[in-house]
């Protein structure tokens, strides 16, 4: 499966931003999606994961309350809607396929697909 992130940018601090995840080649009704994000000099963080049934959901405690995952299984799509956006919300934002058909994992080396990042820029 292929993955396409876009739906980054600008954007002042307070406001909202919405990435979307697209796939093509397979459907992505049967894997789990993550949100991942890496800042420069960081590490890849977990952001934010849906199960494969759109069943359960997953966040960081950083973006809690902030961010909502969802699916959209006949637009072949995951979303990540961001809202209240914070400057320390700025990074390269990548989404991730996993077809393990129990877990929604934390950790990117359970990911085997990737798309290319996108980046959010948050101004103070």
């Known amino acids: 499966v292929q993955l396409q992130a876009c739906g980054g940018g600008l954007v002042q601090a307070g406001g909202s931003l919405r990435l979307s995840c697209a796939a093509s080649?397979?459907?992505?009704?049967?894997?789990?999606v993550g949100w991942f994000r890496q800042a420069p000099g960081k590490k890849r963080e977990f952001v934010s994961g849906?199960?494969?049934?759109?069943?359960?959901?997953h966040y960081a405690d950083s973006v809690k309350g902030r961010f909502t995952i969802s699916r959209d299984d006949a637009q072949n799509t995951v979303y990540l809607q961001m809202n209240s956006l914070k400057p320390e919300d700025a990074a390269v934002y990548f989404c991730?396929?996993?077809?393990?058909?129990?877990?929604?994992?934390?950790?990117?080396?359970?990911?085997?697909?990737w798309g290319q990042g996108t980046q959010v820029t948050v101004s103070s």
């Open positions: 080649g397979r459907t992505l009704s049967t894997y789990a």
């Open positions: 991730a396929a996993d077809r393990h058909p129990v877990r929604v994992a934390v950790s990117p080396r359970a990911y085997e697909y």
């Open positions: 849906i199960h494969w049934s759109g069943g359960s959901t």
